[in-house]
């Protein structure tokens, strides 16, 4: 079982439509980062979290420690949205990175 | 100000032969992290560069290495390649040490191992 699942694999929404990927892990953290990939590869961070809620824009994420559960919500989705959503968390003392395998979004016009 | 930069973007290789593969974090920046993509597997955490020391690896062989120089910019030096080593490998920064604060990624380089 893979140390961090996100959920769902792929997503296709509307233009416009309220969107929420998933995270759950199993390991204790210390932070947790949800990062954005581009076809091409290059990847853009858009949240670190340790607790509570963060909102940037039209994006917003939440984690709940205790549940081990993180979600990231996009609203008015846009086409521009799409692209591979990344889960990522710090582990304990190691300070490495465990990655989800990313939700792949796209949104239609 | 400039961003992480990573050369080569693209390289081909052959099965057996080494590559080195260069990143330049963001100025002021003193930790450098190197992961990799390969095709279905998602992300992999290489190695951790703090101060011009390494400070952590990933589940990699030891032909998998690297280093930090002075001023911060790191290598990636992969030898004797083998065709699963194909992958987009990136390179990120950070100016908090230990991934609790944000992380800027590199455009990646592609390799490709025939």
């Known amino acids: 079982k893979n140390e961090v699942e996100q959920s769902p694999q792929n997503l296709t929404a509307q233009e416009g439509e309220f969107i929420t990927i998933n995270c759950s892990y199993s390991?204790?953290?210390?932070?947790l980062h949800w990062l954005q990939q581009h076809p091409g590869g290059g990847i853009v961070s858009l949240f670190m979290?340790?607790?509570g809620k963060k909102k940037h824009g039209r994006l917003i994420a939440t984690i709940n420690i205790q549940e081990k559960h993180s979600s990231l919500h996009i609203t008015a989705s846009h086409p521009r949205d799409s692209a591979v959503y990344i889960c990522?968390?710090?582990?304990?003392?190691?300070?490495?990175?465990?990655f989800g395998k990313g939700t792949l979004l796209t949104v239609n016009p | 100000e400039a961003g992480v930069t990573q050369s080569p973007t693209h390289l081909i290789k052959t099965r057996g032969q080494q590559v080195t593969l260069r990143c330049s974090p963001i100025?002021?920046?003193?930790?450098v992290y190197w992961y990799q993509q390969a095709l279905g597997l998602g992300l992999q955490f290489l190695l951790w560069?703090?101060?011009?020391?390494?400070?952590n690896r990933g589940n990699f062989p030891p032909r998998f290495s690297g280093r930090q120089f002075p001023n911060y910019s790191s290598e990636l030096n992969v030898n004797a390649l083998e065709l699963e080593d194909s992958a987009l490998y990136l390179c990120?920064?950070?100016?908090?040490?230990?991934?609790?604060?944000?992380?800027?990624f590199g455009e990646g380089s592609r390799l490709t191992v025939l």
């Open positions: 990120a920064s950070s100016s908090d040490s230990g991934i609790v604060g944000e992380l800027f």
């Open positions: 390991v204790g953290i210390s932070a």
């Open positions: 979290l340790s607790s």
């Open positions: 990522a968390v710090v582990g304990g003392s190691n300070y490495k990175l465990t």
């Open positions: 100025s002021g920046h003193t930790s």
């Open positions: 560069y703090d101060e011009g020391e390494e400070r």
